[in-house]
């Protein structure tokens, strides 16, 4: 007996969109084809009208991570319900390493704090030294399933940015171990020098962020991440591909033929710096990299059509206003005084990627729907190594699937969001083509806005890229 037959949906299969019913059980895809054929199920889920897609994966978020003195509102069960909702049924989070640490007990530590996931759940390994020891823990990670590594060419006041001759060393031990290196590349030495400048000047409002993170910044350190991947041979993801600058050096090294893997993040593409003028709410969009212009949207655009970018992540990273201003001073009319490197870094994503993607991508035709699956799952699931247990709708695969109804339309906010936040970087957005039910290995975790998964139901992502 089959769990559910899901019948008269367009289904985005491997082999393209083509109307079919699809057959559930024990967790898995069992078949696809005429329902009438397929055989008897306990449940029969009317998709018509509606698309199908693979459950999306967010390979980029982050949850309860301590960052600038802030952890955020989410744990993994009230993320799961906000991800459950936005059609997410994997994500991949990042450990939380500081020098010092040995990275496969923060692996553990990461392991453990997920445990309450509703959805499944990766764990990427970040490198913030190549010590002796750390090097010799990169077989160990690939063994523990985490065969994928963040480095940083910033932030090195907050001691994660790992210096230049330790990116070679790591990048050759994970060549040697079947590793893959990623960076967030954004060059220190300018933000550093701007921020010195600004503070001197007293240049200290919300837009001075992104002005001290120039596009040519984060150019400089992809460039240079891009040579590091020639030199020693090894594949490079970077992730949050924000401005033109960075673009083109990823399009000229993929043109010679390097294995150079681009992704952009749903907020650059969609929102602009000028969202950070704004004196009463601008401190909301502070995240790194910063937002950047009209121009580098539509490049962003571009290469995700043309396959340069080949994901769309969220960088979920969430603070409610009163975190995000915490650092901040008063004056002695009680007013904040401005100052945006107090602000804590990051922006949501997570619960709005499937929505805006099917309004701003879809929607204007700057991406057809097979695109939207490809960047939100099919090419998450291949390029982290979970491929084809995920990120396909095909006999055998995990049943993860999304049902969008195309029509139904609605409005992004604090309220309509599921964050438990009162503001959104959305508000007010109008969205057409909503997630309305998503199954995680053959449960109903969320349908018609209510979250039904119970905590601790998600599962570890042991991935691969052998
Ligand atoms: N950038 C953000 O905006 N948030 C989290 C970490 C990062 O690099
Ligand atoms: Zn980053
Ligand atoms: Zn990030």
Known sequence: MLDYIIKGGMVVTAGGVCQTDIAVAKEKIAALGEASVLGEAVEIIDASGKYVLPGLIDPHVHIAAPFMGCTGPLDFYSASKAAALGGVTSIIDFTNTQPGDSVLQKIEERKSEMRNAAIDYGVHAKIVEATEEILGEIKGMVKAGCPTLKMFTTYRKAGVMIPDEDILRVMLEAKKWGARPGVHAEDNAISEYNDEQFEKQGKTDWKYHYLSKPPVAEGLATAKMIYYAKFTGTELYIFHVTCREALKSIIDAQEEGYPIIGETCLHYLNLTKEVMDDYNTGFRYICSPPLRDKEDNKALWEGLK?????????????????????????????????????????????????????????????????????????????????????????????????????????????????????????????????????????????????????????????????
């Open 306 to 466: 043309k396959g340069n970018l080949r994901v769309v992540s969220s960088d979920n990273c969430l603070y409610d206003d009163k975190e995000k201003t915490g650092f901040l001073k008063k004056d002695t009319s009680g007013n904040y005084i401005h100052d945006y490197k107090k602000i804590a870094n990051g922006v949501s994503g997570l619960e709005e990627r499937l929505s805006v993607l099917m309004t701003e991508g879809v929607g204007t035709g700057r991406i057809s729907l097979e695109q939207l699956s490809e960047i939100t799952s099919t090419n998450p699931a291949k390029i982290f190594g979970m491929y084809p247990k995920k990120g396909v709708i095909q006999p055998g695969s995990d049943a993860d699937l999304v049902l969008v109804d195309p029509e139904a339309a609605g409005i992004l906010s604090a309220e309509t969001l599921h964050y438990g936040i009162d503001s959104s970087i959305y508000e007010g957005k109008k969205v057409k083509g909503l997630p309305v039910l998503t199954m995680r290995r053959g449960e109903i975790i969320a349908k018609d806005g209510k979250f039904l998964a119970k905590p601790g139901t998600g599962e570890f992502l042991h991935r691969s890229l052998r």
